[in-house]
């Protein structure tokens, strides 16, 4: 009998610790990879400016969250506050799980939208309403050997097509048949999405229709296309390429467009006395400096949860510069904030300098939910064209077709007055 009073108290005890203590307001934040990992350091701080409140955070895989954020709203089992990727921000805002944050933001003189990168914050506003507030940005522009640059003859990174066709024409005929001057994976397709964002025609009209047959399109898939038929791209995926640090170090290719988590890599992967030899440039346009994508994840709060205010808290403490310093200096990850790329941390780094220039031109993608799949689909028919079995005109139409049955329950669904 003493050992069954022995196991109630201790049964007791253990739910006791999973409850809140009176008074105390309990917030449930999910967070996702190398955010999710470190976001534990900043919490404290924010716990002793606020002791009524609690932060409990559930760090997800990248490669899991999206199914387990939908599992959690059709279960009705959402947190109070998460880190979103924007591109998701238009599926969870359709769904209606998100909570309209415009009246925050405008009784909150500590998140000022004018000192947020323009197109960052658009990418967070969905009809007219803003979903989400940016918690740090990503986006894609120019890696490149300015040691083969140079000595092809150019003293600066390309700042149009046109110029760019010209340095890659020169960088081939300088490091010889056996290598090339820009590595475009055909397993990814955000260097083809990019170029189609520079086009004056949406890839997605407002009528949800697809719009990859526009001339803005077709130009940029020819571009793309020429780079690999011209023998200046390498025909392969990253994945056909043994490692692509090594290889960009030997000179196998010479211009590649990735993120700013390449900064450490390549710091850490090439040797110490090749850094001299690279450096980042922003994206040329077709006739001028360019836009790239607006990616990066933001911070939502759910439309669920019985605690926005305290959750609202917590994204005003996360959006502060000094915290924004501080989550860069643990991350690596690049502040949606202006000011903040005034602190030497960022002012000060060669490398960070073209991302801080190419934020001030960056475009969302286009903001319907099945954005990713078609995503899919670019990359899927982008590789069959530059394998040659599409020509470029037939890519552009078959890509316009599989994209608009993509959207067509968009429409359907539009027609009827649902999101």
């Known amino acids: 009998m003493a050992r069954m009073r022995l196991l109630a ?91 309209p944050l415009d009246a925050r933001v405008a009784a909150t003189p500590a998140i000022p939208r004018g000192d947020y990168f323009p197109g960052i914050w658009d990418s967070n506003v969905i009809d007219g309403k803003l979903y989400g507030v940016p918690w740090y940005v990503d986006t894609r522009l120019l890696f490149y050997r300015r040691d083969l640059l140079t000595k092809a003859g150019f003293d600066h990174p390309p700042r149009d097509w046109a110029e760019w066709q010209r340095q890659m024409a020169a960088i081939k005929h300088l490091v010889g048949p056996s290598k090339y001057a820009v590595f475009l994976p055909l397993n990814e397709y955000e260097p083809l999405e990019i170029l189609g964002l520079q086009s004056p025609h949406p890839m997605v009209t407002d009528g949800v229709r697809a719009n990859f047959r526009s001339p803005g399109f077709r130009k940029a898939l020819g571009f793309y296309l020429g780079l690999m038929q011209g023998g200046l791209a390498p025909v392969a995926a990253n994945t056909e390429i043994a490692s692509v640090w090594d290889e960009f170090d030997r000179g196998f290719f010479s211009f590649y467009i990735t993120g700013p988590w390449q900064i450490g890599e390549f710091k850490r992967r090439l040797p110490a006395d090749h850094q001299a030899e690279w450096m980042t440039a922003p994206m040329p346009g077709p006739d001028g400096p360019g836009v790239s994508n607006a990616g990066g994840s933001s911070l939502v709060v759910f439309k669920s949860s019985a605690k926005k205010d305290a959750a609202w808290k917590l994204v005003a403490y996360f959006s502060r510069p000094d915290v924004q310093v501080r989550f860069h200096d643990l991350t690596g990850d690049l502040p949606p904030r202006k000011s903040v790329w005034a602190t030497p941390a960022l002012a000060n780094d060669p490398y960070a300098k073209a991302f801080g220039e190419q934020l001030t031109r960056v475009r969302a993608t286009p903001k319907v939910p099945e954005w990713e799949r078609i995503g899919d689909e670019i990359k899927i028919v982008g590789e069959k064209a530059a394998r040659g079995q599409l020509t470029a005109e037939q890519a552009s139409d078959e890509l316009d077709k599989r994209a608009d049955e993509i959207l067509a329950k968009r429409r359907w669904m539009l027609s009827r007055g649902r999101s």
């Open 9 to 99: 108290a201790l049964v007791l005890l253990l739910l006791g610790s999973c409850t809140a203590a009176p008074g105390k307001t309990v917030l449930d934040v999910w967070a996702m990879g190398r955010e999710g990992e470190v976001i534990g350091d900043l919490i404290p701080q924010f716990e002793r400016e606020n002791p009524g409140v609690t932060v409990r955070v559930q760090q997800l895989p990248f490669t899991a969250a999206h199914e387990k954020l939908l599992t959690g709203f059709v279960g009705d089992a959402m947190p109070d506050l998460a880190q979103l990727g924007n591109s998701w921000v238009p599926e969870f805002a359709a769904l209606g799980a998100l909570e």
